[in-house]
């Protein structure tokens, strides 16, 4: 601002002073009125009654220490009243807070609706997972987790399926690359399913055993509307003295009626296992016609769920060489292996597998 500089008064009468004042007063007004932050307020306090660099100081210096004596009482006097003048601009400035425009710009509109925080709602797939766990919960087992990175022992070996077994064909998937060196047993894969952890669990604990294992899977399957080549499953195992397949039935004619309600039938159907025997696959009425027959269940009445089975000798001969309780003459048990996909499906009635990953909020808010 080129004005900014106080010059010095030319003159001392009475007209040049009031001039030279009313000047000032004009500036210092004009700028109060413009004053719409509590910045400008600031920079305007600065400017007029700062310590160093106001104007103030100036005009006391420049027209008030400089004037002649005679002339000293107006010059005084006239100083005085421009500086209540400004004391009451900034007064006023700083009482009334900022212009009205500026109380607009920063203003809030309680009429707009708040910001909305979304509350997190468990995926179909975690919901399905923990149903699945609290219903064996309340029968007492105890829930168990393991590694998705597993040894060829454990995925197969331990589960009866032999080096070079073709059963191991069926459970094809990714192994982690050189580790030729490494003896067969020991070499890295992704679990093919969550039967591993069978072992894993005998190794760590005499019978008996009730327990429950939820986790993800891999395979060398082609995503198609109900295939994915990473699922999860909830693995079951129970080891006591005299367990029997009556036990089995029971129990997971039990889980079926509890998942999917009371008037479900189940059927036990002869299957292969290299992990049991005798091995069954569990169908349960349909769902959707009761029944009756209708093309979600190929017009047979049934859908076929999960599979399951009585402990094969050869497995629990495996889990002796840690834990020799495990003595397939004292000793039985079952097992159970479902795809928690395939039972979410079945539960929401949802057609393709692969909206269950595609995480569309749209799919997902229905479940919220
Ligand atoms: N592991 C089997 C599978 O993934 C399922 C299963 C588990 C079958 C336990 C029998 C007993 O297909």
Not at 289 to 295: A, I, S, Y
Request: with cysteine; aromatic share 8%; glycine share 8%.
């Amino acid at each position: 601002m080129t004005q900014d500089a106080i010059p010095a008064l030319p003159d001392y009468n009475d007209s040049a002073l009031d001039q030279a004042f009313a000047a000032l007063a004009k500036q210092a007004t004009d700028e109060a009125a413009a004053i719409g932050s509590p910045d400008d307020l600031e920079a305007f306090r600065l400017r007029w009654v700062g310590r160093k660099q106001g104007r103030l100081n100036d005009v006391s210096a420049r027209w008030l220490k400089a004037a002649p004596s005679e002339a000293k009482k107006s010059v005084g006097e006239r100083f005085k009243s421009l500086k209540e003048l400004i004391e009451g601009l900034l007064d006023k400035a700083a009482g009334t807070g900022p212009s009205h425009a500026a109380l607009a710009a920063e203003a809030i509109d309680i009429t707009l609706p708040g910001t909305r925080h979304l509350t997190g709602a468990e995926h179909p797939i975690t919901r399905t997972l923990n149903e699945i766990v609290s219903v064996f919960a309340a029968l007492g087992y105890s829930v168990g987790i393991g590694p998705e990175v597993e040894t060829d022992f454990y995925n197969f070996e331990s589960m009866n399926f032999p080096p070079g077994h073709p059963a191991r064909d069926t459970q094809d998937t990714l192994v982690i690359a050189s580790q030729e060196r490494r003896p067969l047993r020991d070499r890295l894969l992704l679990r093919t399913h969550t039967s591993p952890v069978q072992m894993r669990t005998m190794e760590q604990q005499p019978p008996p055993i009730r327990i429950v294992i939820p986790g993800k899977v891999h395979r060398n399957d082609a995503m198609d509307a109900t295939h994915s080549p990473i699922f999860h499953q909830v693995e079951g195992l129970c080891v006591d003295t005299n367990i029997t397949f009556s036990d089995l039935k029971g129990t997971l004619d039990h889980a079926m009626k509890a998942l999917f309600g009371s008037s479900v039938k189940t059927r036990f159907f002869p299957s292969f296992f290299p992990f049991t025997e005798p091995s069954a696959d569990v169908q349960i009425s349909c769902i959707f016609c009761g029944g009756k027959g209708c093309r979600k269940c190929k017009h047979s009445g049934w859908i076929e769920l999960l599979g399951c089975g009585m402990v094969d000798p050869a497995v629990f001969a495996f889990a002796q060489e840690k834990q020799p309780a495990y003595d397939p003459k004292k000793i039985s048990g079952f097992a159970f292996g479902m795809g928690v996909e395939r039972i979410a499906m079945m539960k929401y009635g949802i057609s393709e597998i692969g909206q269950l990953y595609a995480g569309d909020m749209r799919f997902l808010n229905q479940f919220a």
